[in-house]
Every structure is written in structure tokens, then in C-alpha cells.
């Protein structure tokens, strides 16, 4: 309790205290005086309140002169009133109502004593006002605190020798979440969700997946690891498991131990901060006013909960059939965990973490606003907003938390746009659908802008076709597109393009020294790959291989892996696949058949499974299932720099012998395992024989006594003769005349 609470509780009991025995007194020497006549009409009172459960302290304001008090009460008047109403006091004739709100002074030292107390009209707005205003920023150098009057006497009327300090919980140390990680093997792991199994795999880009937990814990209590969806932080330090009765629980270390729950009855599907300091949960209900929570991932504490949709984000005309089709708006994290954005109409709220207030206390205005996204390596908000009030339709880049607008670029008869980031936020790509004046013709083009260079330089790529799907490799800065003069052709053509190109002069000398080239920032079309069958297209993490896939019910399954440096293609087929999914190393590849939970899954119940594949398109291993719902690779922090990846293939002969003698002896190791019960079965058979051996040996003198004294092992007792016999297995003749 603060000392401004302190000063001021104690003096309130003492002032009521002294005002009853005033009272008494009074009435006491008025006896005698009044009428038991009953009064006509019949006065009335205001209703007598016993508990001061309406009242609440504010504490941590500014200490200002008296002659800024009134100044300081309208300021301080302004934000409790956004609450609810303050109580109201009718006084005497002539005299000035009064209100419960009361800012005490210190005549000692004339200023204000940093604390003020409020009566509301209800005691729910004075709880509503604990909530809203515990920890407001009032201003740079003070947070509020809110503290309930009633808890204030309490407070006031505990002697201070009652308090006794807890003892402190025995330290219990947390599962190391980065064990995977010390894999001797440096293998991949992945997790699959198939009928009721959950289960993580151990994929070494060679053979077969291995095992490495399955919910043997919970088999053995009679439970399911998992009812619903799992999910990998975006580290891999967390695995989580939605359970729709119960909320989330995060599971991690070596042995996948049980290291938090956050309680979301209903959750659909959980979102993970870049630093995985937050989980954000969703249950997709639109009459819960708390149907989005964001939670502390180490204190496990609720910090804010949201509707599904934002205040007014529907106009009053759309109707409630089409609000049940349009999608709730996303809400995004910046890469460092800083701040976390949700689109409304006509802005972005941006909270901060970890306090999940607004920014500045206001949200950012972005008239017509469609689409934004955060730039994966900065604290830059990129959004795009259709034409609007006479203005043209544009792409903005700000900057938070200055709001400064670094980039804007206007365009015209826009359809619509999609925005693409580069991994490392070096480019953001558009693409952007334009119509004719009539409208009645679509084309399209690419707008790209290079972020990191100073003014942020923005060039256009006019493209005939049709763009159908638009990727950024995620190290460098080359970018592919499948396009085609009718969007609905089944045969597509596949670009790629760089964002430097070398110099005319550099190509004609044939320099090979990159230092010695002119590299110039202008987009250049490497190639063009054309009459493919695809749909989509997926970039290995690393870089270079690209898979150009056919994937859907309808489709072919037709998977192109292709390296864009050597120009080598191997085509390879997975029927009815539907997703494509690279582990984070680029080493291996992952395809799928899978439905979604709650049904579905009956109608390809022979195509259900995935299959593993290397980089190079060659099959590791297939598995299948009547029921496949999910695969997720476990996630890694990072991978090599260009630059690290430059060193250890300058020293490859290095490691070689290191890597040789490494796999020799790992298929030694598998040898041994798999020849385990052969080599049990062949020294149980000479166990046995060894032991009949012994056995004949000791019963010799008893045959010999049988026969005797006839020793029928001795050598010396045989007569040995040797016969030859002749077999003639063939013959020929052949006749040779004389020349």
C-alpha cells in the first residue's frame, strides 16, 4: 500500500468515526424536543449505502502545485468518466452540487498528494474502472494504480507484525525445449496426426522415419495425446495439442513432458509469436465477446482477449447472411514479439506487448485498408487499399513505432493485390490485377520494391499473362511466377527472374571473379520454363531447388523438382496430393493426401499418407493411412548465411573424410541391428552344440564298456579306401576335315 493510501484511508475512518459520535451527541440533547406525531407527507431518503464497494483510489499522479489542481482534476475527471458516471450529491439551497470525485491537497508543502479518490454510480463501474485503469500510462513518468476503497481499510487495518513472508517454491528446473537439437545425426524431426495416433518422427534424409514419441504416457493412462490439431512453435521449442473441451497444452524437452496449459474451451487453431514469448488462441465463435485470448507463454497469465470481429468493422447495410461469409480479420506479430496488429475499418490496431494496449493509445488510420503485412526482419507494416474517397489505390510501408511513412506508391484501376515478402524483408513483391476502363478485361503486373535501399526504389513488371501464383526464394533475390494467357489452362509457363543482373560488358569479357563484375539493380528475366503442368510453386529453404507441383483432387499430382543453377528437372508423381511441405534444412521434402478433421477423409481413403523425398526428387519412404489429417516439420531457428554455407564448401575435403567415416560407421551400426537376431540365433545354436559335445564326451568310457572296449571315434579302427568314380556329364563330337 503506497503512503498517499496510507495518508488518506486513516483519516477517512477517523473522520466518520468522529462524525457518529457527533451525532449521538446531538440527538441526545434533542431528546424530548420531537413530535411522535408521524410527519405527513412522509419524508424520503436516499437509499443509506453500508459498503464503499463503489469507491476507488488512484494513486501515482502527478504531484503538481495548488495552483495547477484544478487543471490536474479536469485532466484526471476526463479519464475516469469514460468509465461511467460519478456519483452526484444534491447540497443545501444556494449551494453547489457536489460529485464523487475528491483530489486532496498537502497544505504543508501547497501541491497535490499524487492521489485522488472516485465514487461511481455503481460499484460494477468500479470495477470496470479497476480493470481499465490499473497500469494506464497517464504520462511518460506515471502508471496508474487502481485500488478498491473497501481493500484500502482492509489494508489500513492490518498491523504490519502480521505479515508473514511466504516461502518461496523449491526451484524446479524446466525441460531443455533445444535437446532435439543435439542430435549427434543433426536429423529432421516431423509430427503426423493420422485417426486417433499422434506421433513425432526422427527423418535422417536417408531410409525411413524413425519414432521418438507417440503418446506412450498417455496410452498407458488410457487418454489420447492429442483429440484435434498439434502445432509447432515457430522455433520448435513448443508442440502443442489442442484439446477443444479443455484449450492448449505445450508439450517439450527430451521426453515431450507436459510444460503448460492455457484453458480455451473451443479452441480451432493457436498462433504462436516469431519468439515464442506469446500463444494466441482462436475458438471461431462469433457470440464470444473472449473468443481470441493471447497468453504469456512463461507466466502462463491471460493478457487480453478480443471478439472474433472488431468494434464496427461491418457497415450497418451488410446484411447477416453475407457477415457470415466474410472472415474475421487476421491479427499479425512484428518478428520481434514488440507489437501485435489486427485490420479494422479504416485502420490497424497495434498493441503493445506485453501490456496489449494501443500504441500510442490510438490505432493507425488507413483509409479503404484490404490487406497489410509485417515485414519478416523489421518492424515495417506494409498494407494496400483499393481506390477510395477519389483517391487512387496504393501499397504504404510505415515504420513503428514512428508511424513514419517510408513508401508510397499509387496505383490505377485496380482489381485487387496480394503482397509477398521476401524472408529476409529485402523485397516486398505485389501483384497486382488491373482491368481495362471497361472492365472487362483483366491483366496483370508486378510491382517490387526493394525496402532496404535508401528511398526504397519501387520498379514495375509489366506481364501479359495471367499470374497465377508469385515466390520469393527465401536467401536471395530471385523470385519465380507460373503464368499462362488463360488462367484456366491446364499448360502453364514458369519464370524466374533476379533483382541484379550483371553488367552486358562483365558477360561479353566472360569474367568469371564475381568481385570483378558490375552487378546493376535491375530486374532480369534468367528464364522461362514452358508447357508445364503446375500449379504451385514451392522453394527449398536453401535455396535453388524449386518444386513445381500439380496439386488437388482434380489435379495430376505431378511433382518437377528443379535446380535453377545446374537447369537439371526430375519429374516424379504422388497422386491427389494436396500440400507440399520442405523440412527446414531443404534436405528433404515432405508430399501429402490429407483431409481435414470432422470428415472427408472416407473419399480417398487408399490415397491417405505422405511420402518423403530428397531435394533431388529420389523417394525415401511412403507411408499410408485410412484417416491423415496432419504434417508438420518441426521447425529450426535458422540455417547457414550464403556466407557460412561459401565457407564450408570451399573446405568440403575437410569434412569429407569426417562425413565418410561417419556414414560407414552409422551402416555399420545398422548392419549390426539387422543381422541382431541372426547372430542371437547362431550363437544359441553353438551354445547348444558346444554343450551336446560335452555331454558325448563325459558317456564315452560307458559306449566304449557297451561295445566292448571298442572305440568307435577312434581313427585307428577304420579301414579307409579311396574310389574314384567316373560320371560322363556330356559329350561331343566334332569332325575336322583337312583344309
Known sequence: MSAAQRLYVSPQIHLIASTMSTIEDESASLDGYFSDAPLDPKPSYPPLLSTFERCIILTNLPKVPSSKHEKLSKVVLKIVTRIGNLA??????????????????????????????????????????????????????????????????????????????????????????????????????????HGNETGVYWCDGKGDAVVDYDGEREKKAGINWCDYYIQWSPKGSYFATLVPSKGVILWGGKNF???????????????????????????????????????????????????????????????????ANIPPPPFQWSHDDKYLARMGKDLISIFETPTMKLLDKRSLACDGIHEFQFSPKA??????????????????????????????????????????????????????????????????????????????????????????AFAWEPTGSRFA??????????????????????SSEAEKKKIKKSSDKQIIAEVNK????????????????????????????????????????????????????????????????????????????????????????????????????????????????????????????????????????????????????ETKEKRKSRATFRATLARLKEWRARQKQERMALLGGYDSEDEDNFVIKEVVMETVLSSKEELITGA
Open 88 to 193: 452526484s450529491y444534491e447540497e443545501d439551497e444556494g449551494a453547489e452540487s457536489s460529485t464523487g470525485f475528491c483530489m486532496p491537497l498537502n497544505e504543508e508543502k501547497d501541491s497535490t498528494v499524487g492521489c485522488a479518490f472516485v465514487e461511481y454510480e455503481s460499484a460494477a463501474d468500479a470495477k470496470k474502472a479497476l480493470e481499465v485503469l490499473q497500469d494506464y500510462r497517464f504520462d511518460k513518468n506515471h502508471l496508474l494504480k487502481v485500488t478498491l476503497y473497501q481493500r484500502a481499510l482492509d489494508l489500513a487495518s492490518v498491523a504490519e507484525d502480521e505479515f508473514t513472508m511466504p516461502e518461496p517454491e523449491p526451484y524446479k528446473e524446466r525441460p531443455n525445449t533445444m535437446a532435439w537439437l543435439e542430435d549427434s545425426c543433426q536429423r529432421d524431426q516431423f509430427a503426423v496426426r
Open 257 to 323: 513432458e507436459k510444460l503448460a496449459r492455457f484453458p480455451a474451451p473451443g479452441v480451432d487453431f493457436v498462433v504462436f509469436s516469431p519468439q515464442e514469448n506469446y500463444i494466441m488462441t482462436n475458438n471461431n465463435n462469433r457470440n464470444d465477446p473472449n473468443a481470441i485470448k493471447v497468453f504469456s507463454i512463461q507466466s502462463g497469465k491471460l493478457l487480453r482477449a478480443f471478439p472474433l470481429y472488431p468494434k464496427d468493422f461491418f457497415d450497418d447495410s451488410v446484411s447477416e447472411q453475407d457477415r
Open 379 to 468: 518492424n515495417i507494416i506494409a498494407y494496400w487499399a483499393p481506390e477510395h474517397k477519389n483517391q487512387p489505390a496504393h501499397v504504404d510501408l510505415i515504420e513503428l513505432p514512428s508511424r513514419k511513412s517510408l513508401r508510397q506508391k499509387n496505383l490505377f484501376n485496380v482489381t485487387k493485390c496480394s503482397m509477398v515478402w521476401q524472408e529476409d524483408g529485402e523485397y516486398l513483391g505485389v501483384k497486382v490485377t488491373r482491368h481495362t476502363k471497361s472492365k472487362k478485361t483483366l491483366y496483370n503486373n508486378l510491382e517490387l520494391f526493394r525496402v532496404n535501399e535508401p528511398g526504397i526504389p519501387v520498379e514495375m513488371l509489366d506481364i501479359k499473362d495471367a499470374v497465377m
Open 481 to 502: 511466377i507460373i503464368h499462362a494467357e488463360n488462367p484456366t489452362s491446364t499448360k502453364v509457363n514458369v519464370s524466374f527472374y533476379d533483382m541484379f543482373r550483371v
Open 526 to 673: 534468367v528464364e522461362t520454363l514452358e508447357g508445364k503442368q503446375c500449379n504451385c510453386i514451392f522453394w527449398s529453404p536453401a535455396g535453388r531447388t524449386i518444386i513445381l507441383a500439380s496439386l488437388g483432387d482434380s489435379a495430376s499430382g505431378t511433382l518437377e523438382f528443379y535446380d535453377v543453377e545446374n537447369k537439371t528437372l526430375t519429374v516424379k508423381e504422388h497422386y491427389r496430393a494436396n500440400q507440399v511441405l520442405w523440412d527446414p534444412s531443404g534436405r528433404t521434402v515432405a508430399t501429402t493426401v490429407s483431409q481435414p478433421i470432422g470428415g472427408g477423409h472416407f473419399k480417398f481413403a487408399m490415397d491417405n499418407g505422405y511420402i518423403l523425398w530428397t531435394f533431388q526428387g529420389k523417394q525415401l519412404s511412403q507411408a499410408s493411412f485410412e484417416t491423415f489429417y496432419q504434417f508438420q516439420w518441426r521447425p529450426r531457428e535458422k540455417l547457414f548465411s550464403k556466407e557460412e554455407v561459401a565457407e564450408v564448401a570451399k573446405n568440403i575435403k575437410k569434412y569429407e573424410k569426417q562425413f565418410n567415416a561417419f556414414d560407414e560407421a552409422k551402416k555399420r551400426r545398422l548392419r549390426l541391428e
